[in-house]
């Protein structure tokens, strides 16, 4: 496809479960960011990859929050012993070059539900 | 203090009308402004970008930025319906954006 695909669009989970959300960024972008959003909120950084590596995971709201990048493509975000709180839809982002020129690119999010 | 601040709104217009959606900012290190579009249950997706004070225009928008205020505007002239969605505005210094509330925008026919 040619834009961010995120998967699954809407998880809804029980309190205390984990949760994994998958990003499949546009075909050679290197960087990769995480965002999450809250209703009536902008968006909240988590964290940036630049190939695989994170030089920047300043935004990851706690240890219960955790993500990878492979082959310096997919992405997972994985959250832990979700909380009610982790509600949001998180939103992931590529780029072609450095964030301060090069627009990013979103996926349409996925959308978790912590009941 | 927020490091960019937006008026979240919401803002509902008629058809036709002129927009202006406004950001404030308190880092004078902030390099390049950007301004996304949201829809509905979509990712943002860029609509306007500048590093410089003063006007950018593509069609019926226009960017404005004034650093010496730390003031960045977006203006939508003959507003649609179709313009109707969240507006967030983005800075960056040095590898790091920030995004604004956003301002949810509804254009009536």
């Known amino acids: 496809g040619a834009g961010v695909s995120q998967s699954p669009s809407n998880k809804v989970t029980e309190k205390g479960k984990d949760v994994e959300l998958r990003c499949d960024p546009i075909s050679g972008h290197t960087a990769l960011y995480w965002y999450r959003q809250s209703l009536g909120q902008g968006l909240e950084f988590l964290i940036y990859?630049?190939?695989?590596?994170?030089?920047?995971k300043s935004g990851l709201p706690s240890d219960r929050f955790s993500a990878e990048r492979t082959g310096g493509s997919v992405s997972t975000l994985t959250i832990q012993r979700t909380q009610q709180e982790d509600s949001a839809v998180y939103l992931c982002?590529?780029?072609?070059?450095?964030?301060?020129?090069?627009?990013?690119?979103f996926g349409n999010g996925t959308r978790l539900t912590v009941t | 203090q927020k490091e960019v601040e937006q008026d979240p709104g919401p803002l509902s217009v008629p058809e036709g009308a002129i927009v202006s959606l406004n950001c404030t900012y308190s880092?004078?290190?902030?390099?390049?402004f950007m301004w996304y579009r949201q829809y509905s249950r979509k990712g943002p997706e860029l609509l306007m970008y500048t590093y410089s004070s003063g006007n950018k225009e593509d069609g019926r928008f226009t960017a404005q930025v004034d650093k010496s205020s730390k003031y960045i505007s977006l203006f939508i002239r003959d507003s649609q319906p179709s313009d109707s969605a969240t507006y967030l505005c983005a800075i960056t210094s040095y590898g790091k954006l920030t995004f604004g509330q956003g301002t949810i925008l509804t254009v009536h026919p």
């Open positions: 982002a590529s780029s072609g070059g450095h964030v301060d020129n090069s627009p990013l690119h």
């Open positions: 880092n004078s290190a902030f390099q390049y």
């Open positions: 990859f630049q190939g695989n590596s994170a030089p920047d």
